[in-house]
C-alpha cells in the first residue's frame, strides 16, 4: 500500500511538472510570436526603400578619424566584420576581394584597407 501511495505522488509529482512547463511553454510562445517583426510593422513600402549612405565618421584602431569627405572622388566599401569568424569571414572575404579585382586591384587606383 505504502509504494502505490509513493508510486502516486511521485507521477503527481511529474505530472505537475510537465504541466507547469507546457503552460510556460504556452507563453513564451504567446511572448515570442508578439515581439516578431511583420512586414505588416515595417514603415515604409516599395515605392519609397529606406535611404542607405550618407555623411559618416569612423575612428580607426590608431585614434585617426575618418570622415566621408577623405574619400570623395574615390570608390569606397565599408564593410563591418568580425575579428574571428571561420565561418562566414571567408565567404565574405572572397566577395570582397572579387569587388576590389573588379574595381582594379589597385592597378588604376590606390586600394587602401582601414581596419577600426
Known amino acids: 500500500m505504502q509504494r502505490k501511495q509513493r508510486n502516486l505522488f511521485i507521477l503527481g509529482t511529474i505530472s505537475l ?7 510556460l511553454g504556452v507563453i513564451q510562445t504567446k511572448n515570442y510570436l508578439n515581439t516578431t517583426a511583420t512586414s505588416q510593422d515595417i514603415k515604409g513600402s516599395q515605392e519609397t526603400p529606406p535611404s542607405i549612405g550618407g555623411a559618416f565618421q569612423l575612428v580607426d584602431k590608431d585614434g585617426k578619424v ?18 574571428y569568424c571561420p565561418d562566414i569571414c571567408p565567404t565574405a572575404l572572397s566577395h570582397l576581394t572579387q569587388a576590389v579585382e573588379e574595381l582594379g586591384g589597385g592597378e588604376s587606383h590606390s586600394t587602401h584597407f582601414y581596419y577600426p
Open 17 to 23: 511538472a510537465v504541466g507547469l512547463f507546457a503552460i
Open 66 to 83: 575618418w570622415k566621408d569627405t577623405d574619400f570623395m572622388g574615390k570608390p569606397l566599401l565599408v564593410y563591418f566584420g568580425y575579428s
